[in-house]
C-alpha cells in the first residue's frame, strides 16, 4: 500500500500532536450561545432558474456579527407532509455551485439548502470591515486579535450550525432527517455542522480540511490550502517566537477537537496519498468521534474527486445503506 503519511494501522491510533486550549469547551458553548441569540431575518425569493421537479429560491439569513449569509434552496415540488433536507458546504475559497448539480436530490423528494462561506466565492458578507471578497488567508483571521472569538473561522463554523437550526425550524422539515455533506473545507463544515447542531442525524465528510494544523506543520505540508500558515509565520513571526501560542490559538478551530460532540451517523471519506489534508489530519478527528461511523479509505488518491462518494453518499442519506 502507498504511503504519504503514515502506515494504516498507526493512522488509526492517532490521536493528534495541535495543543488544546484549557477552555475549548467554555469557548464553544459561549459561542453557541451568540449564535442562537441571533435573528436570523430569513429572506426567500424565488430564484430566475427554476425547474419541472423542484423550486427554487435564493435564501438570506443573518450570522453572528451581522454577515448576510446567502443558500441556494430548492424544494421539491408537490411536497407531502414533512420531508429531509441535505446541507452541501462547497471547498476552500469557492461557492455553492450550481443548481443543476443539486437536482438529484431534489428529485428524491429532498430540500438542499447549498451555503455560500463568507467572504469567499459566492454571495455571503465577510463583515470584517471590507467590501467584497477576501476569497482565503481564513485560517489566520484573526490570529493576531487578543480575543479568540475574532477567529473568522469560528463564525463560519457557526453559520453552519445556524442554517441547520434554521432548517429544522421548518415547517416542512423533518427535523430528525436533516443530513450535512461536503468536501475538503466542506468536509471541514461538515463536521463543524453537526458538532455545533448535535440533531443532525447523518453526515458523509470527505477528506475534511482544518484539522490537527500543527501536524500539516511537521510534515512541511503548509502549502497549497495551508500556505497561509507558512505566509504567516514568514511574515508575522519569523523566528518562531510565538509558535505554541499560535497553534494553540488555532486549536479553538481545530476540528478534531469539534468532533467527539458528534452524535450523527457518519460516513467519512479518505485518500491515504492527500498532501493537501494529510490523512493523519483527518483520522485525528475520525479516531475522536464517539458516534456511529465508518470510514471508507482510498489507499491510491490524493485530494481530488473520490470515485463513488457521490454515489455512496446518495445511498447513505436516501436509501439508508450504510
Not at 485560517?139 to 453559520?159: Q, S, T
Not at 497561509?228 to 514568514?234: A, C, G, I, N, V
Request: charge should be negative; proline fraction near 5%; hydrophobic fraction near 40%.
Amino acid at each position: 500500500m502507498p504511503v504519504l503519511d503514515m502506515p494504516i494501522k498507526e493512522l488509526e491510533r492517532y490521536n493528534g500532536v495541535n495543543p488544546k486550549p484549557l477552555d475549548f469547551e467554555e469557548y464553544w458553548n459561549k459561542a453557541i450561545a451568540e449564535m442562537k441569540a441571533v435573528d436570523p431575518q430569513i429572506v426567500m425569493t424565488k430564484s430566475e432558474f427554476q425547474s419541472p421537479v423542484a423550486e427554487c429560491y435564493d435564501m438570506y439569513f443573518t450570522g453572528v456579527n451581522g454577515a448576510r449569509i446567502y443558500v441556494k434552496h430548492l424544494r421539491p415540488k408537490n411536497i407531502a407532509g414533512k420531508i429531509p433536507a441535505v446541507l452541501q458546504f462547497h471547498g476552500y475559497c469557492g461557492n455553492c455551485g450550481e443548481w443543476y448539480e443539486k437536482m438529484g436530490y431534489a428529485a428524491s423528494g429532498m430540500a438542499v439548502f447549498a451555503m455560500d462561506v463568507r467572504g469567499q466565492g459566492g454571495k455571503s458578507q465577510d463583515v470584517g470591515n471590507v467590501i467584497g471578497n477576501t476569497v482565503h488567508g481564513h485560517i489566520i483571521r484573526g490570529l493576531d486579535e487578543e480575543n479568540p472569538h475574532k477567529l473568522l473561522f469560528r463564525d463560519i463554523f457557526l453559520d453552519t450550525a445556524e442554517l441547520a437550526r434554521i432548517v429544522m425550524s421548518l415547517d416542512f422539515i423533518d427535523e430528525a432527517k436533516v443530513y450535512a455533506m461536503g468536501g475538503s473545507q466542506g468536509g471541514a463544515l461538515t463536521l463543524a455542522c453537526a458538532s455545533l447542531e448535535q440533531r443532525i442525524a447523518k453526515i458523509a465528510p470527505a477528506e475534511p480540511f482544518l484539522c490537527d494544523y500543527k501536524r500539516v506543520w511537521d510534515m512541511d505540508l503548509d502549502m497549497e490550502a495551508y500556505g497561509e500558515l507558512r505566509d504567516y509565520f514568514r511574515l508575522f513571526d519569523p523566528r518562531h517566537e510565538r509558535e505554541t501560542e499560535i497553534f494553540e490559538k488555532l486549536g479553538y478551530i481545530d476540528l478534531q477537537y469539534l468532533a467527539p460532540r458528534i452524535k450523527a451517523d457518519v460516513i467519512m471519506f479518505t485518500g491515504l496519498l492527500d498532501n493537501i489534508c494529510p490523512p493523519s489530519t483527518q483520522y485525528a478527528a475520525y479516531n475522536k468521534m464517539q458516534c456511529k461511523k465508518k470510514h471508507v479509505v482510498y489507499p491510491d488518491y490524493r485530494h481530488e474527486y473520490l470515485k463513488d462518494v457521490n454515489d455512496i453518499t446518495y445511498d447513505f442519506f436516501v436509501n439508508d445503506k450504510y
